[in-house]
């Protein structure tokens, strides 16, 4: 008995090092080929390729050029002229002649025309306003790119780090598939514990939960990109991305007050309240120049109806400014004034205070992950299947073993995050300076 006991341990064991050992090989096996297995209308993207689709195709900028095209046609309307009035008036009945609508020498025809010539410079001055709107517009353009842009990058490279972390959890919900398989069939013979089975059972159904999670944001930062880029098919996006390319900016190196300075030159949200007082000082002067009466010039003919035959007149009309100088529109003007002077100053402390943040914040990610870098060395990521190995020869428990795959899976995902937290901090910084620090990278 002793021996056939030992013998049938010694079964179990080299059956159960054959499953670990073909586990390992088929999961290092399904790893890269799921990598490279794509549906067929997935579009592989680089950074750059996504930023063209989206200059000529998204459909918000496109509608935001429509905006600038209106504020210049606003620019031609206030050139123009008021068209002149001209009235006529014509006898209905000619008594005398009995005769009606008589349009003959007898009968009775009255032609006037005016013409209205705006004062004190009220037309010059509605130019003045069109053209700060023509900026204004344009500088809302500007500020509505940088905002996509900035929404268009971090989706990107969301997306790519959250497909990383997919990828971690497929080979282990493949191990550990297999894994249940192997000791289900196991637990039928009676060689391993129900309690065994059901931890490995707990590990994979709490990894296909997390997973889920994970490709429920996957699929916003895709849904999200398809729009950014104005993929009316709706392509599946994967991005090809060099994150070697982020190593060679050194925050170290950047200056606050520098950064601070481009950011007061280059924020177009800045400029546009900049613009927002001078508009409200345009709109002050027109307000004081609407005290002033237009003239209406004109002149008019009449043919039987005044005290001469073929009358003829030289008419000029304005308002009397006696009761309305325009007192309350004059004194919301100047209330406007101070009040966008305030907004930009709130809006010009904001913007410090957003690049400070943003310093900062990728200062200290960018030192978390250097240093964090030299811990993940490429003998880390083959830590699996060590793991797998370690069990196989028993040199650790069923539950280290599991212990292990969850601190190799959550250390994993969370340097994926690392990165991602890293990139993002340094688009904040390009965002909030209005700057680019991946030019000429």
């Known amino acids: 008995m002793g021996l056939k006991s030992c013998f049938r341990k010694n079964i179990r064991l080299l059956l159960l090092k054959s499953i670990f050992l073909s586990l390992s090989v088929f999961c290092s096996t399904l790893s890269i080929k799921a990598q490279n297995k794509l549906p067929a209308d997935t579009v592989i993207l680089s950074l750059r390729d996504a930023e063209k689709l989206f200059l000529e195709k998204n459909f918000e ?19 123009l002229w008021d068209n002149p009035n001209l009235n006529i008036e014509q006898g209905v009945y000619n008594p005398a002649a009995k005769s009606w609508f008589d349009v ?25 306003i069109g053209k700060v709107n023509a900026e204004i517009a344009r500088y809302q353009f500007y500020d509505l790119l940088r905002t996509l842009r900035y929404e268009l990058t971090t989706s990107f490279y969301e997306l790519y780090f959250l497909e990383q972390s997919v990828s971690v959890y497929d080979r282990e919900i493949t191990a550990s598939k297999k894994l249940v398989d192997a000791y289900s069939v196991e637990y039928q013979k009676g ?3 129900f309690n065994d089975l059901a931890r490995l059972q707990a590990l994979q159904f709490g990894l296909e939960n ?14 999200n990109l398809v729009l950014l880029t104005g993929d009316t098919l709706s392509r599946p996006i994967k991005p090809f991305v060099e994150i070697s390319v982020y190593d060679k900016i050194n925050p170290d190196s950047l200056k606050l007050d520098q950064l601070i300075a481009s950011g007061l030159k280059n924020r177009y949200d800045l400029k546009i309240a900049e ?14 120049a609407m005290r002033t009466p237009d003239l209406t010039i004109g002149g008019s003919w009449d043919r039987q109806g005044s005290y001469v035959y073929n009358y003829n007149a030289l008419t000029l009309g304005f308002d009397l400014p006696i009761w309305n100088h325009n007192q309350g529109n004059i004194k919301i003007a100047e209330n406007k004034i101070e009040e966008s002077k305030i907004l930009r100053n709130e809006n010009e402390l904001e913007v410090k205070n957003d690049i400070k943040k943003a310093f900062e914040q990728l200062i200290e990610t960018d030192h978390l992950y250097r ?3 030299q811990k993940f060395d490429s003998k880390y990521y083959d830590m699996l299947d060590g793991i797998i190995l370690a069990y196989q020869n028993r040199t650790i428990s069923l539950l280290e073993f599991i ?3 969850e601190t190799y899976k959550n250390s994993k995902t969370e340097f994926y995050r690392l990165q991602n937290n890293r990139i993002d901090a340094v688009e904040d910084l390009n965002m909030a300076a209005g700057i680019d620090l991946m030019k000429n990278k």
């Not at 900028?61 to 050139?79: H, S």
């Not at 003959?104 to 003045?128: C, H």
């Not at 997390?210 to 944001?217: A, F, P, Q, S, T």
Request: aromatic share 4%.
């Open 371 to 373: 240093a964090s870098l």
């Open 210 to 223: 997390e997973k889920i999670e994970l490709l429920k944001d996957a699929n916003e930062k895709q849904s």
């Open 61 to 79: 900028l496109l509608a935001a050029k429509y905006e600038i095209n209106e504020a210049d046609a606003a620019i031609i309307q206030a050139k």
């Open 191 to 193: 060689n391993v514990s």
């Open 403 to 405: 212990d292990y795959i």
């Open 104 to 128: 003959t020498a007898t009968g009775e025809t009255a032609v006037s025309i005016q013409q209205l010539i705006y004062l004190a410079g009220k037309r010059n001055k509605k130019i003045r």
């Open 275 to 288: 613009d927002q007082v001078q508009y409200e000082q345009a709109n002050l002067a027109l307000e004081k």
